[in-house]
């Protein structure tokens, strides 16, 4: 089977690249913010990527990364850091180990085994909160949170002049708050959606969305730890940001198809921001 072709979609400021075709592979990344999530295979340009997110093990989102970390290493590039579900994380090291004892060389990375709530910090003002999900293996979505500084409400709006004089008098001027841009659902059915206030919240969600049709009903989607769209149809105005994103459709749906779902029977109120993406 060929790789599947890399799609490319911008949204609220980030720009999200990469696969995400159900079954068959998931690399997604996202220049702006240095992340990527998951490595179903290794496409060259994610190696260029060093900090890592990985949801679940199936090989569709786990298979490539013996690759990237080979490739990483002969390359001298720098040590990537790589977040996983602690349950997962014994056996990820067991297996990257054999792969190095393969190759004849050691593996190089930065392991940062996270259970629900747990944060890890990225850098750049960056952490990843990890969100519970529901899928046949141990899973996590992951939200991406920025620091950013912000001017208190007493010195919004006054002249510059005026704040950098009290800047230099030593007076506190901004506060930070940390904002939710991103999260990625990996697999999961609606349940993690339903259940998370953090999910529903954020700026940019990429969701999966394996079924697209009665082919494959909701039930039988859930059973494999899966989300119909009949779901996210149905709860998709209790969604607060700004762009829905659509990923992980099953080869049996095209993307012309689903895209004329979205458009004949999501709610008016929230159809201008959900995208499909994949090809």
């Not at 190696?47 to 970390?69: E, K, M, Q, T, V």
């Not at 750049?124 to 046949?136: D, E, S």
Request: aromatic share 6%; net charge neutral; with cysteine.
């Amino acid at each position: 089977m060929p790789r599947p072709r890399e799609d490319e979609l911008v949204v609220s400021g980030l720009r999200l690249v990469g696969v995400t075709e159900g079954g068959v592979e998931t690399n997604l990344r996202v220049p702006e913010l240095g992340v990527m999530f998951d490595i179903g295979m290794c496409p060259p340009k994610a190696l260029g990527f060093d900090r890592l997110l990985i949801s679940h093990g199936h090989a569709d989102h786990l298979g490539g990364i013996h690759y990237y970390l080979s490739q990483r290493g002969m390359r001298k590039q720098k040590v990537p850091t790589i977040a996983a579900p602690k349950a997962l994380a014994p056996q990820l090291e067991q297996m990257l180990e054999l792969w190095s004892a393969v190759e004849g060389f050691d593996y190089r990375y930065d392991l940062r085994p996270a259970g629900p709530g747990d944060r890890v910090e990225l850098g750049r003002g960056l952490t990843a909160i990890a969100v519970p999900t529901v899928h046949r293996v141990p899973s996590l979505a992951w939200v991406i949170e920025r620091r950013v500084n912000k001017l208190l409400p007493a010195f919004q709006g006054k002249p510059n002049q005026e704040i950098r004089a009290a800047k230099e008098r030593g007076e506190t001027i901004t506060e930070s708050t940390d904002v939710p841009l991103l999260c990625v659902s990996g697999d999961t059915t609606i349940d993690a959606f339903l259940a998370s206030p953090l999910m529903r919240q954020v700026k940019v969600l990429v969701h999966e969305c394996t079924s697209w049709s009665d082919t494959r009903g909701v039930e039988d989607t859930r059973a494999y730890g899966h989300t119909h769209v009949d779901e996210i149809i149905e709860h998709a105005e209790r969604f607060e940001g700004e762009a829905l994103v659509l990923v992980h459709r099953s080869l049996r749906h095209t993307k012309a198809f689903a895209e004329q779902v979205v458009r004949e029977r999501f709610p008016a109120s929230v159809r201008d921001k959900v995208f499909v993406f994949g090809n």
